[in-house]
């Protein structure tokens, strides 16, 4: 094993042969140690970067403001497309319940509860296998295989025509979309610095909101074109192949134009991806690393803020996983006919593009994204106490309340953005993904179970319940606020310390954050 130099807890320098947070020193004695070099050769693939290159790389305020530029041409584009695709792939299925799915299909009882929450049961069984593919296969490839794999499968949905049928393409569904938001987690991070990121997952996040919009003018369009003229299919089925085809050719755009990382950019000269990969020097995180590490695995598992992530996408996404399969069903539930809730629901997508695209920017220009994300967190709060203390009668206030939920995502994208910025190391950064995620997966399964056709129309149960998650959040994102202040006052204390000393390409040699006192977290 190669040594390791680390910084004991006096302060001074030694050589150890241990990645574990705690070594044995030469004379034998057990000291607690925190590693600050690791091994070149196992390093970020930026390093690759720089092989053989001579002299200084200039990066000027003006060459780095025309590059960004030029990077987020060439990449938000298909990032805000094929998310908002991913969006509204999923939640096509609640376009269809009001246009006869359900009819058609023979669903019965709590048949459509399960079809909601099958989506994320394939997600969730899939999600790790897909994060480690992730880091092992070329980013851009994996990514835009699953993308053109789940618009096939959307496709697939037309053809059910019973409930055995939709459980399995929602099932394949979920697997194949499980790689999209970790994978773009991992574009972010290592193409855009800390202080771009929060800006960036919220404007391709929020590409939500506008396939909600989008989605909901076609379904409408659809379902009154077929009344008004007939079709051979049933419109349920037209909106299936349309956006399943759709993101077909979304996918293979992708495949040819996104690259796996700098260096194979085709849309930036060699000297241009060296400046991309050395802009992003700041950030103490690199590009990637194709190694399993295990003591990062370790590390990840052992971080309470992990923890605290998935606690939050769990509770989190038990309100979506019910508003974003019924949300057409409870806006019917407000005095509206199957035609209006297909329309009135567009709004609720402005409100969330709204919401994320503020909270983004002004949590990257005023330092606070997880205020930020309290904030949307709050707004929803106020909105479900609309839906739950007007009468029925009260329908235009009960239809506002559900525009104010969708403020909701503020937070999760919040954290989310935190994975990119304050994970480091590239094992521990998929596997908080992956937890992530796994935790989004069983709050969206638990989510649609608390919408009981017994509680119609009010649904009051899954209301309060919704409320309580909530404040949970909230509760929660205070907490992650204090402790990564806390861990910043801890890293500038050690780099004060007079024995302390920056290694050559230390940003660069896949250290976890705990590992590197020159992290910097973002809040």
């Excluded at 680390?6 to 947070?21: M, R, Y």
């Amino acid at each position: 094993m190669s040594e390791k130099i680390v910084e004991n807890s006096s302060g001074d320098l030694e050589k150890v042969a241990d990645l574990s947070p705690k070594a044995t020193i030469d004379n034998g004695e057990s000291k607690d140690i925190r590693i600050i070099h690791a091994d070149p050769n196992d390093g970020d693939i930026a390093l690759n970067a720089f092989a053989g290159h001579e002299g200084v790389i200039v990066l000027t305020p003006e060459a780095e403001k025309k590059l960004l530029r030029k990077i987020d041409w060439n990449l938000m584009p298909m990032l805000c497309v094929v998310y908002g695709l991913n969006y509204l792939d999923k939640t096509t299925l609640s376009y269809a319940s009001v246009m006869g799915l359900q009819k058609a299909i023979h669903l019965k009882g709590d048949n459509y509860q399960w079809l909601g929450s099958m989506f994320y049961i394939g997600y969730l069984v899939w999600e790790y296998p897909t994060n480690r593919l992730l880091q092992r296969l070329p980013l851009a490839k994996w990514s835009a295989f699953n993308i053109i794999m789940w618009g096939g499968t959307l496709c697939c949905m037309a053809a059910v025509s019973n409930f055995a049928g939709a459980v399995a393409v929602r099932f394949f569904l979920g697997v194949f979309e499980a790689a999209v938001t970790p994978g773009f987690a991992l574009f972010t991070s290592q193409w855009y610095t800390r202080q771009e990121q929060g800006t960036r997952v919220g404007i391709w996040f929020s590409f939500n909101g506008f396939a909600q919009i989008f989605g909901g003018l076609v379904a409408y369009g659809i379902s009154i074109g077929v009344q008004r003229h007939g079709a051979a299919i049933a419109s349920w089925q037209i909106v299936f192949l349309t956006i399943g085809l759709i993101t077909v050719a979304v996918g293979c755009i992708f495949l040819y134009f996104m690259p796996d990382n700098q260096l194979n950019a085709r849309f930036l000269t060699p000297e241009e991806r060296l400046m991309a990969v050395e802009r992003i020097r700041k950030n103490q995180q690199g590009v990637g690393n194709k190694h399993f590490k295990m003591y990062q695995l370790k590390e990840a598992l052992a971080d309470p803020m992990t923890w605290a992530f998935v606690f939050f996408a769990l509770v989190a996404d038990i309100p979506n996983g019910g508003i974003s399969n019924f949300f057409s069903q409870l806006i019917v539930s407000f005095g509206y006919t199957a035609d209006e809730s297909l329309l009135y629901g567009t709004p609720g997508g402005a409100v969330e593009v709204v919401a994320l695209i503020f909270c983004g920017w002004a949590g990257d220009r005023y330092g606070c994204r997880i205020l930020m994300g309290m904030s949307g967190m709050v707004v929803s709060i106020i909105g479900m106490l609309l839906i739950v203390c007007l009468p029925l009668s009260k329908s235009s206030g009960r239809l506002a309340g559900y525009y104010l939920t969708q403020a909701s995502p503020t937070g999760f994208v919040a954290l989310l953005s935190l994975i990119a910025s304050n994970v480091a190391g590239y094992t521990k950064k998929t596997t908080v993904g992956a937890l992530y995620l796994i935790a989004y997966c069983v709050g969206n399964i638990i989510g649609p179970q608390t919408f009981r056709p017994k509680d119609k129309p009010r649904y009051v149960p899954a209301e309060i319940t919704i409320i309580v998650c909530y404040a949970l959040c909230v509760l929660d994102l205070g907490v992650i606020f204090w402790y990564y202040r806390k861990m910043n006052k801890k890293n500038e204390a050690v780099r004060a310390n007079p024995g302390y000393k920056k290694l050559d390409k230390q940003e660069f040699l896949d250290l976890t954050d705990k590992e590197n006192p020159e992290f910097v977290y973002t809040v």
